[in-house]
């Protein structure tokens, strides 16, 4: 797990954290520029990035170790990440937000069905949430190599026992920021808007689930409104004040 922050920082358990994963497709996370993450870590926050079964960091086994029938190894690789950021005292559930976009927002929604108490905050970006019928729209079809599908008898099981859609809890889950984008292409906006439809339903705290529609954007793409309320979410989940002077030039 790469842990980016500023060199002086005290190891108290109350650092806010932002643990963000993916965890599919055989894709391999390496340190990566990002203005929001540098943003947070300015502003005393600890960036987390796990590399996580379904990844391809330790070659293709690791990435068959998180796809398909043994796709529920991701999501548990994801709360033993967060659980280590607990037991080494760099923060507590309260002052930590897990995020993660396209396969990773899939991840985000399924750790908050098995451990809606593991953070306090959660943005899921783009994210796959109906593991039933995704295969149906646009070009979900070619993701069955990975995630395996629903018309299989085999595969049906497994997908209905982790998809996001089908195992929301009658329970109190953690501020929830769900984005989405009009013009996706890629993973359609119904995803979102069922995933937080059902949320909105259920959710028995008083926490808010919110969703967050970009217009005229497409799969992954993101600007700096985009990150403006994607931060401003957190700090105010978490209660912590923002800079006064915020920069990332």
Not at 79 to 88: S, Y
Request: aromatic content about 12%.
């Amino acid at each position: 797990m790469l842990l980016a922050h500023k060199k002086d920082i005290k190891k108290d358990g109350k650092i806010p954290t932002l643990l963000y994963g993916y965890g599919g497709n055989g894709v391999v996370y390496t340190p990566f520029y990002d203005k929001g993450f540098i943003s947070f870590i300015q502003n005393g926050g600890i960036v987390a990035i796990p590399c996580l079964r379904g990844g391809g960091e330790y070659g293709e086994k690791w990435h068959e170790d998180g796809n398909r029938l043994n796709k529920e190894n991701v999501f548990d690789d994801f709360i033993g990440a967060a659980e280590f950021l607990f037991h080494e005292n760099y923060t507590n559930k309260e002052m930590l937000t897990i995020m993660g976009g396209s396969n990773g927002g899939l991840l985000v929604a399924a750790v908050l069905n098995k451990r809606p108490d593991v953070c306090k905050a959660a943005i899921a970006v783009n994210g796959v949430y109906d593991m039933l019928r995704y295969q149906e729209y646009t070009i979900g079809n070619a993701w069955v190599s990975e995630y395996g599908s629903s018309k299989d008898s085999s595969q049906f099981s497994n997908l209905y026992h982790y998809s996001p859609l089908h195992n929301i809890k009658d329970t109190s889950y953690p501020a929830i920021l769900v984005i989405t984008a009009d013009h996706d292409d890629r993973v359609v906006p119904m995803h979102a808007y069922k995933y937080v439809a059902a949320l909105q339903k259920k959710n028995k705290s008083d926490n808010p689930v919110l969703l967050l529609v970009q217009k005229n954007m497409g799969h992954m793409d993101q600007d700096v409104e985009l990150d403006d309320n994607i931060y401003s979410f957190i700090y105010d989940a978490l209660e912590i004040p923002a800079r006064k002077i915020h920069t990332t030039r």
